[in-house]
């Protein structure tokens, strides 16, 4: 059997490399375990099987085939789920050649309900999902790890744990919730190989843990260049959004403004008075979008 598969971000984002697609990275393993013969984004004559996906709903079709088995949270299907047997096996790497790092979820769905994400409404309450060794590819010394809120999560430590044993350099790409940072798991993500510390200030409600939570890394001896925040702009408490990032300017962490979105892929209109210098944070790429939403704030 023929079988293709679309990555709708990557049909959309043709100016810059599109992140991996892990709900394909699935499929296309599943399909070539039954012998099938797979394609990504360029459908072979006589296909017999097409899956498409997104993340954001912005680069949802205007118009659904009926041919084309839809998913991912951009189509707006929660209810749209893998088989067991396809969640459970390891993703093929092979379909994106430029990928250097094991990817996947140890964890589903979160504790928190913040009315800007969609998580809790198409995964629910957090839960255990798998082992990190299931999806571990032994030729990559790095792991990615996409879970929503790992340190909620009941198999949190077991997690760590492991991260630390093997060694891996890890990304917690989705953040880590400062809010529930505690002795217990600050002391083993300080034993985990990562670049990185990613967090979210993304509501003044939380300020006081936010100073607790670096006051604790301060503890241990994280260092505050290892420290980055990813800051939301232009949702909700937007009259705080100049007050958060001065806050985390004095700690001289690194921060990440994020524009929100809407559905429809358009940013709010927001002024803000802030004469301050924003430290920029993230790859060059992604330097004018830092540029355009800091001048925002100008």
């Known amino acids: 059997m023929k079988v293709s598969l679309i990555d709708l971000e990557m049909l959309k984002c043709k100016r810059r490399r599109a992140f991996p697609n892990l709900a394909l990275?699935?499929?296309?393993?599943?399909?070539?375990?039954?012998?099938?013969?797979?394609?990504?984004?360029?459908?072979?004559?006589?296909?017999?099987?097409?899956?498409?996906?997104?993340?954001?709903?912005?680069?949802?079709?205007?118009?659904?085939?009926?041919?084309?088995?839809?998913?991912?949270?951009?189509?707006?299907?929660?209810?749209?789920?893998?088989?067991?047997?396809?969640?459970?096996?390891?993703?093929?790497?092979?379909?994106?050649?430029?990928?250097?790092?094991?990817?996947?979820?140890?964890?589903?769905?979160?504790?928190?309900?913040?009315?800007?994400?969609?998580?809790?409404?198409?995964?629910?309450?957090?839960?255990?999902?798998?082992?990190?060794?299931?999806?571990?590819?032994?030729?990559?010394?790095?792991?990615?790890?996409?879970?929503?809120?790992?340190?909620?999560a009941s198999n949190c430590i077991d997690t760590l744990k492991w991260l630390a044993s093997v060694k891996l350099l890890t990304d917690f790409n989705q953040g880590?919730?400062?809010?529930?940072?505690?002795?217990?798991?600050?002391?083993?993500?300080?034993?985990?190989r990562v670049r990185t510390y990613r967090f979210a200030f993304d509501d003044i409600g939380y300020e006081k843990a936010v100073k607790s939570g670096i006051a604790l890394m301060d503890k241990v001896g994280i260092s505050r260049r290892k420290l980055s925040f990813y800051v939301l702009v232009g949702f909700g408490d937007q009259d705080y959004a100049v007050e958060r990032i001065k806050l985390l300017q004095s700690y001289g962490v690194d921060i990440y403004p994020m524009i929100y979105k809407g559905d429809d892929g358009k940013e709010p209109n927001v002024t803000y008075n802030f004469t301050d210098t924003v430290p920029f944070h993230g790859a060059r790429g992604n330097l004018r979008k830092f540029l355009r939403i800091a001048g925002r704030l100008a």
Request: hydrophobic share 35%.
């Open 176 to 192: 880590l919730d400062i809010r529930c940072l505690n002795d217990e798991n600050l002391h083993w993500l300080t034993q985990i």
């Open 25 to 152: 990275m699935k499929l296309s393993a599943w399909h070539k375990k039954q012998g099938d013969q797979v394609s990504l984004n360029f459908p072979l004559a006589g296909t017999d099987l097409i899956y498409a996906s997104c993340v954001f709903t912005w680069h949802k079709p205007k118009e659904l085939s009926v041919e084309v088995q839809y998913g991912g949270s951009g189509i707006g299907n929660y209810e749209c789920t893998l088989p067991q047997e396809v969640e459970h096996i390891m993703p093929d790497y092979s379909l994106y050649p430029d990928i250097r790092w094991s990817m996947g979820y140890t964890s589903r769905g979160c504790i928190r309900n913040c009315r800007f994400c969609k998580v809790r409404a198409k995964e629910g309450y957090i839960e255990a999902a798998a082992e990190p060794a299931e999806f571990y590819d032994p030729r990559f010394s790095e792991m990615l790890l996409l879970d929503n809120n790992i340190l909620s």
